[in-house]
């Protein structure tokens, strides 16, 4: 159903499934539509208390390996109240370090543990350490290149 719904809206910029019981299965097939769309233009796409874990990780990593384009790119990921653990932290880690739109990422009251903490901080700092070597303006279109808020 929801498949459907973000076919026929293609101009769709927000995105908010919290508060249901989607699943990790559900939630990851969502986000792997996403990120398959052919014009990416959700800049804000909200998954909270939706039973989501390691499969959507992947999937949200996935779409957060997407090359930003003209039409836009995803800005803020709330992943709240979640079973988002040490591994699915990992995963989207690994496509933070090279991402240059998400601005804003939620985690809180997920599993998260200090291991987690250390390898989304590595990622942010491998992430800054990209932009200024690659002597690219520090905003795009008035905005960070960078993760800006994270909370964990």
């Known amino acids: 159903l929801l498949q459907g719904c973000l076919e026929q809206s293609p101009g769709l910029r927000e995105l908010d499934c919290s508060s249901n019981s989607l699943g990790d299965a559900a939630a990851a097939q969502l986000a792997t539509s996403i990120a398959h769309r052919q014009e990416q233009v959700l800049t804000s796409l909200a ?17 957060l ?13 709330h992943l709240e109240d979640n079973a988002f653990d040490d591994i699915a932290v990992e995963t989207l880690s690994e496509a933070l370090a090279c991402n240059s739109t998400l601005q804003v990422l939620r985690l809180a009251r997920n599993q998260v543990t200090s291991v987690g903490a250390s390898v989304l901080a590595a990622s942010l700092e491998q ?25 964990l």
Do not use: F, H, K, N
């Open 127 to 151: 992430q800054l350490r990209s932009i200024a070597a690659s002597d690219a303006a520090p905003l795009v279109s008035g905005r960070p290149r960078c993760l800006v808020e994270v909370d």
């Open 47 to 63: 998954l909270r208390q939706a039973g989501c874990g390691r499969q959507t990780a992947e999937a949200c990593r996935t779409i």
């Open 65 to 77: 390996q997407r090359p930003a384009d003209a039409t836009g790119a995803l800005q803020e990921l």
